[in-house]
């Protein structure tokens, strides 16, 4: 056997013992702890950061990647996006008769085209059938997806130097057919179509097969687009398809191009909430942090800032080659 062929098998060995581990791990970070902390409202709690006389505001945390994963009600649910109770918080929060606005805090790169538009969604929800004002302030990022979330609010604020924008759609794959071919390694694939096996790693994509892929990521561009300039009263089409090339803005160039409503952080943006809609409200947090009062809660925590990590990798391993369309910021 010759030397390319003891390293391809060296290869494939360390690959299916890294899966293995992180299969394991996987299954004890999705432990359910809900036995161990209760938490209101379903699987959040609300925390009172703001006590006031007149009203309530809702805070909600975006942070992360928006992905929808499953459910991670386990040991690391406390890092990093969770999609399910996101949406529940956003529900919560709308159908809750005594909350009058919700501020939506977001620092993420984007994500997925269809957890995007579900968030949109449940945002135009809360304006237009409980008639709650929405606000979203942006943290280090907003871009893409996080962008596209934004569009809808009635105000939006950006501290000068959050990066936002990035409005566009993307899809990519990595591609190794030349190093396997050197290596000796090949891949039999048995397809009941001539796409089936569409931006496959192990062979080069055809000119037909790229065309199909432009013509989905332009659907959803448009999509983009729209979202937009429905969202942005003052922005014409032209201008927003301008601004629409993925390139990012800080948040001063934002404010230039009429992509946002002032510069500010979460302070300003529920300052900005109460003063317009005639407030002295209650501020509330929605959040599923344990408490600093847990020494389970600390464990967790501690864990938790290597779950989006994990999760990343668990992703690369498992679901990289598979075709998603994406609005996603990737430097």
């Known amino acids: 056997m010759t030397v390319k062929r003891w390293i391809a098998l060296a290869v494939a060995a360390i690959v299916l013992v890294v899966s293995s581990m992180f ?3 996987s299954a004890i970070a999705s432990t359910n702890l809900s036995d161990m902390f209760e938490l209101d409202g ?3 709690r609300q925390e009172i950061m703001e006590t006031g006389t007149n009203g309530q505001i809702a805070v909600i945390d975006l942070d992360g990647m928006i992905m929808d994963t499953g459910s991670q009600g386990g040991l690391f649910a406390g890092g990093g996006y969770d999609h399910r109770v996101f949406m529940q918080m956003l529900e919560v929060a709308a ?3 005594s909350v009058d606005g919700i501020v939506i805090n977001v620092n993420t790169p984007g994500g997925g085209v269809v ?3 579900a968030i949109h969604d449940r945002i135009v929800r809360a304006q237009e059938e409980f008639d709650t004002e929405v606000y979203v302030s942006m943290g280090s990022m907003a871009a893409s997806g996080g962008y596209y979330i934004a569009a809808p609010a009635d105000y939006i604020s950006a501290h000068s130097g959050t990066i936002t924008g990035s409005i566009g759609v993307i899809m990519d794959s990595i591609n190794f057919a030349e190093l396997a071919e050197e290596w000796g390694i090949s891949h039999n694939v048995i397809k009941s179509g001539e796409y089936k096996d569409i931006m496959s790693p192990t062979r080069e994509m055809t000119s037909e097969e790229e065309q199909l892929l432009q013509d989905m990521v332009d659907d959803m561009f448009e999509e983009f687009v729209e979202v937009v300039v429905n969202g942005r009263d003052d922005l014409t089409e ?6 629409a090339q993925g390139q990012l803005f800080t948040g001063n160039q934002a404010l230039e191009n009429g992509l946002i409503d ?3 952080d979460l302070e300003h943006t529920i300052d900005q909430m ?3 809609l005639d407030l002295n409200a209650t501020v509330v947090h929605y959040t599923t942090d344990f408490g600093v009062g847990s020494i389970w809660g600390l464990a967790a925590e501690t864990l938790a800032s290597e779950r989006v990590t994990m999760n990343q990798l668990e992703q690369l391993i498992t679901h990289s080659n598979a075709p998603r369309l994406m609005y996603l910021y990737q430097d």
């Not at 032209?238 to 601004?243: D, G, H, I």
Request: no cysteine; net charge negative; glycine share 12%.
């Open 23 to 25: 299969q394991f791990f």
């Open 42 to 44: 379903g699987d959040f």
């Open 95 to 97: 159908e809750d008769a």
């Open 115 to 117: 957890e995007s538009a």
């Open 238 to 243: 032209s201008e927003v398809r301008e601004l």
């Open 262 to 264: 002032g510069v500010g």
């Open 274 to 276: 109460q003063e317009n």
